[in-house]
């Protein structure tokens, strides 16, 4: 049984990793994680797996980051492949969560609708109701921050 963790790759770090955090408080905590990167994120891949890899060790918990690279940014078919592909792949016993903060919004939009028409468990937002409070999730008092399950909402 494992807990799967999709996810985009962002220049902005926090997009990424403020949300896993908020699901591993939330207790999802994944022992793997997918990340879709593409050719310009090159320079910020390696660090984005390793902060994802320390937020799930402070868990107690061993989590593998694999990389899928987009060959072009744009490549929409790819990028639902991705989502498709990674629901598709767990078994009955999975549990399988969708991260749509991070990443261009087209990107987000396809791993929504891949997440909610291929049967994901949990499709999530973090949404912040204010920036005042920095960028580090940490750092911003829980009544002004919300992780959404898109599949409770929808």
């Excluded at 919004?105 to 920095?134: C, E, N, P």
Aim: glycine share 4%; charged share 20%.
């Amino acid at each position: 049984m494992a807990t799967i963790w999709l996810t985009i790759a962002s220049p902005t770090t926090e997009a990424v990793v403020n949300p896993l955090l908020a699901a591993c408080d939330d207790h999802f905590v994944p022992d793997e994680i997918h990340l879709l990167t593409n050719p310009g994120l090159d320079h910020v891949t390696p660090s984005l797996v390793s902060l994802l890899e320390d937020v799930v060790a402070t868990y107690d918990t061993t989590a593998t980051v694999d990389t899928h690279r987009l060959e072009a940014e744009t490549d929409y078919g790819a990028i639902a492949s991705f989502f498709v592909d990674s629901i598709a792949t767990g078994t009955t016993d999975d549990t399988v969560a969708i991260d749509i903060t991070p990443g261009r919004k087209f990107m987000s939009a396809i791993a929504f609708q891949a997440g909610l028409k291929h049967g994901a468990d949990h499709v999530f937002y973090l949404h912040l109701q204010s920036t005042a409070y920095g960028r580090c999730y940490p750092d911003i008092p829980r009544t002004n921050v919300d992780l959404v399950d898109f599949t409770e909402v929808v």
